[in-house]
C-alpha cells in the first residue's frame, strides 16, 4: 500500500493554484492584468487595438492618411450637399488644390 498521501483540500488547492490566471504585464501600457485562459497578451481589447496599431500604423501610413483625407473630402461635400449649415463637428483641413 503506497498511496501518496496529500491532503485532499491540499489537492484541490493545488489544482486550483494551477488553473489560476497567471499575472501578466501588459506589454501596452505597463499594467498587471490577469490572463485569462492565458491566451491573452493585452490587458485590455484597447490595449490590443493600440499594439494593433503600433505594427500597423508605421507600414500603412500613407495609406491610412490618404484613406483619411478621402473620407473627410467625402463628408465634406456631404454636409455641403446638405446645406442647412449645421455646423457641428470639426471642420475639414483645407486641402492645397
Ligand atoms: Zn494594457
Not at 483540500?9 to 490572463?35: I, N, Y
Not at 473630402?73 to 486641402?95: F, V
Request: proline share 7%.
Amino acid at each position: 500500500m503506497a498511496w501518496v498521501m496529500i491532503d485532499v483540500s491540499e489537492a484541490a488547492r493545488l489544482l486550483a493554484a494551477r488553473r489560476k490566471p497567471k499575472p501578466r504585464t501588459c506589454p501596452v501600457c505597463g499594467g498587471q492584468f490577469e490572463a485569462v485562459g492565458g491566451r491573452s497578451k493585452y490587458c485590455s481589447k484597447r490595449c490590443a487595438n493600440r499594439a494593433y496599431w503600433q505594427r500597423y500604423y508605421p507600414r500603412h501610413r500613407e495609406e491610412y492618411l490618404a484613406r483619411q483625407r478621402e473620407r473627410q473630402r467625402e463628408r465634406y461635400h456631404r454636409q455641403k450637399a446638405q446645406a442647412s449649415g449645421a455646423g457641428e463637428g470639426t471642420p475639414p483641413d483645407r486641402q492645397p488644390s
